[in-house]
C-alpha cells in the first residue's frame, strides 16, 4: 500500500515539475509544441507525464504553434530577414511542413520591399561604380535569407551572382 502511495506522489511531483518547467519556458517566449516536448524529455520526465503536460497546456491554450509562426515572421520583418530564412527558422523549431509553407509564402509578399529598405537604409551614398559595394550589398541579402530572385531586381544580375547554380544556396542562419 506505501509503495502505491509513493509512486503516486512521484507521478504527481512529476506532473507539477512538468508543467512548472513548461510554463516558465513558455514565459520567456512562445514555445513551439516540439520545443516544449523536448525540453521535458531532457529532464528525463516520463512518456507520460510528457504527454500530459502537452495535453493540458493544449486546453489551457499555451501552446499554439500558429502563434510562434505570427511572432517569428513580425520579428523577421521587422529585423529585415528575408522569407527563406524565415522559413529555415521555423522549420528548425520543430513546426510542420505545411505551417513552414504557408509563412515562408505570407514572408515572401514582402521581400522585395523589406530588401529595398534595407538597402537603402545600410548604403544611403548608393552604389556608383563601386563593384565591392554592390557585391558587399548581395552578401547582405543572401545573408539575411533574401531569395535570389529579390537580390537580382534590386542588384542586378551581376551583383547577384548570376552564375550560381542555387542563388538560395549559402543562407546563413545567425539569430
Known amino acids: 500500500m506505501a509503495r502505491r502511495r509513493e509512486e503516486s506522489e512521484d507521478s504527481t511531483d512529476d506532473a507539477k515539475r ?3 518547467l513548461a510554463m516558465r519556458a513558455l514565459a520567456r517566449r ?4 516540439t520545443e516544449i516536448e523536448a525540453l521535458l524529455r531532457e529532464r528525463a ?3 507520460e507525464v510528457v504527454a500530459a503536460t502537452l495535453e493540458r497546456l493544449r486546453e489551457r491554450a499555451y ?11 513580425r520579428d523577421g520583418e521587422r529585423r529585415h530577414i528575408g ?4 522559413a529555415q527558422v521555423l522549420a528548425r523549431r520543430g513546426l510542420s511542413d505545411a ?12 521581400d522585395l520591399e523589406r530588401a529595398r ?8 551614398l548608393g552604389f556608383g561604380e563601386d563593384s565591392r559595394r554592390l557585391a558587399r550589398a548581395a552578401r547582405l541579402l543572401r545573408s539575411r535569407g533574401y531569395p535570389g530572385a529579390v537580390v537580382r ?19 546563413v542562419l545567425n539569430d
Do not use: H, K, N, Y
Open 30 to 33: 512562445p514555445r513551439t509544441t
Open 18 to 20: 512538468g508543467l512548472q
Open 117 to 124: 529598405r534595407l538597402v537603402a537604409r545600410r548604403f544611403r
Open 83 to 86: 522569407s527563406v530564412r524565415i
Open 45 to 47: 520526465l516520463p512518456g
Open 63 to 73: 501552446l499554439d504553434d500558429g502563434a510562434v509562426v505570427e511572432a517569428v515572421v
Open 153 to 171: 531586381a534590386i542588384l542586378g544580375d551581376e551583383a547577384a551572382g548570376e552564375g550560381d547554380a542555387d542563388p538560395d544556396a549559402g543562407v
Open 99 to 110: 505551417l513552414v509553407e504557408r509563412a515562408r509564402a505570407e514572408s515572401a509578399e514582402g
